[in-house]
Each structure stands twice: as structure tokens, then as C-alpha cells.
């Protein structure tokens, strides 16, 4: 099945809109809508699959622009799991100056007799931030991961030297029992963060924070289940200096706190 996906985010006021948006299945795109949304400056969009997928023959492509300093959280709302024969999803994302990204979806599991791969390529103004997510899951309980080979992409300015650019490869037993890959652990989690400072290397039981080379971190963690990988990966993500402070500032609005008490109280931090 071949589905082709668009969504555009565009700030007006102090909100941030969906000016555009086209799915097909088996991907659908749903607005969150409400007062909660009303209340958000972010604009929030689940990724919802409306059919078995992906599955042998589905090729998939999602294309999203964030314009100037508009915010976008984009979220699955369940796991994908990769069936059966060869399956595509590219997910190409464009953000402006100022504009913001969170790319956060769930878990994708890779069954035995699958073929998946992926390319998440983003381009990003100087000025914009951006998280990427990416779990992934060898197998069903009991099961040996089918193949599987994903890549992502980001640079910031078009044609430029991207600031990471990695391929993930599963399916290999010699890899994943390697302490160098998964050490026979069977989930896989990354995060990818240019979002503010990126402070220094980091490191915990079974997760670490690495500052890239041009800018940005690659926050990864490995489990033995995709709960206690996330747990692990949220910690890693945590220990980024960028992303804590946004996070008090985030903390600091949601109690009403004006504009001018928010950088005021930030920057008096220790």
C-alpha cells in the first residue's frame, strides 16, 4: 500500500495552528482538539494507523513543515508493529526560524518475517529546536527480531554537513548480542536533541548522553522491555542541561507565571 502524508504547523497570536494536513491510510493524522488544545501554544498531533501496518508492500511517506516559530508535538497513540515482507516509512521534516519540534512516537516492533525500513531526514534553521524519538523492539515475547534498517538525518541548513547522520540495523544476532550494539538486550531506544546548551557527556546504567560534534546530543538507552528502556531514556534526556531548563520553563507558564517571571526566575538559577 502506498500513502503519502502532509502536515503544515503555522504560529498566529501566541498559538501555534495546523494550516495543512492530508493523510492517508494506513497513516492518519488526528489533531488533539478541546480546551486543552485551545490552551497550548504547541499545536499536538497523533500519529494513528488506520490499518494493519506497516506490512509487506507499504511504502509511506510523511512530509512536515513547522514555519517561524511556530511549536509542534507530533505523537503516536500506539506501538507499530512491522509484519510480514518488505515495508518503507520516510518522514521528512522541514523547521524554520524559531520553530520547534517534538517527533515522539511510539514503540515499533519488528517481527520475525519483516523487512522494515526507515529514514527520518530533518533540515532545521539554526535557530529552531527539535527532539527526535525513535524505540525499537526485536521481536513479539519469545520471538526473534525479524530485519530491519533505519536512518536518520539531521542537518541544519539546506546542504549542509548534517550534524548526525546514522544508520540502525537489527537482525543480526551477532549484532545484537555485541556490547557494542545491544549487549543481547532486545529494545533499542534513541533520542536525538538540539534544544539549548548540550553540556557534557553523560552516562547511567543503561543509558548515555553524547554531545555531537557541530551541536546537539544522542541521548540512548537499551532494556530488556520497551517500558523500562523508555524509563532508562527518559533519564538520559533529562541529564541534557537544554532540555532541563526548557522543562522549568515549561513548569513556571503551566502555574501562570507571566513571560518576564519565567526568564527573570531562569535566569537567576543557580
Known amino acids: 500500500m502506498r500513502a503519502r502524508a502532509l502536515l503544515t504547523v503555522e504560529r498566529v497570536g501566541d498559538r501555534s495552528v495546523v494550516r495543512e494536513l492530508r493523510s492517508q491510510s494506513p497513516l492518519s493524522l488526528v489533531p488533539r482538539r478541546g480546551t486543552a488544545a485551545t ?8 500519529l494513528v494507523g488506520s490499518a494493519a501496518t506497516p506490512l509487506g508492500g507499504d511504502d509511506v511517506e ?17 506501538a507499530a508493529v512491522a509484519l510480514a515482507g518488505t515495508s518503507s516509512l ?14 515522539l512516537p511510539e514503540p515499533t516492533v519488528v517481527t520475525a518475517r519483516a523487512d522494515h525500513h526507515t529514514l527520518l531526514h530533518t533540515e532545521l534553521h539554526e535557530t ?12 513479539r515475547a519469545g520471538e526473534q527480531p525479524g530485519r530491519y534498517r533505519g536512518t536518520t538525518r539531521v542537518a541544519t541548513g539546506l546542504g549542509s554537513c548534517p ?5 540502525q540495523e537489527f537482525g543480526d544476532p551477532a549484532l545484537q548480542a555485541s556490547s557494542a550494539v545491544l549487549a543481547g538486550n532486545r529494545v533499542l531506544g534513541t533520542e536525538v536533541l538540539l534544544w539549548g546548551a548540550d553540556g557534557e ?13 557541530r551541536r546537539g546530543s544522542l541521548a ?6 520497551a517500558v523500562s528502556t523508555q524509563r532508562a531514556l527518559a533519564q538520559a534526556v533529562a541529564a541534557h542541561p537544554g532540555w532541563a531548563e526548557s522543562s522549568s520553563e515549561r513548569t513556571l507558564r503551566s502555574l501562570g507565571m507571566s513571560e518576564n517571571a519565567v526568564r527573570s526566575t531562569t535566569e537567576e538559577a543557580p
Open 220 to 225: 540512548t538507552a537499551v532494556g530488556p522491555d
Open 163 to 167: 550534524v548526525l547522520h546514522q544508520t
Open 128 to 139: 529552531a529546536r527539535v527532539r527526535l524519538r525513535e524505540i525499537l523492539v526485536g521481536g
Open 39 to 46: 490552551l497550548d501554544p504547541a499545536a499536538t498531533v497523533h
Open 90 to 103: 520516510t518522514v521528512r521534516v522541514t523547521l524554520d526560524e524559531g520553530a520547534t519540534l517534538q517527533y
Open 62 to 78: 510523511l512530509a512536515v513543515h513547522v514555519g517561524p516559530a511556530a511549536e509542534l508535538v507530533l505523537t503516536g497513540v500506539a
Open 201 to 213: 557527556a553523560a552516562t547511567g546504567e543503561s543509558w548515555a548522553l553524547t554531545p555531537l560534534a
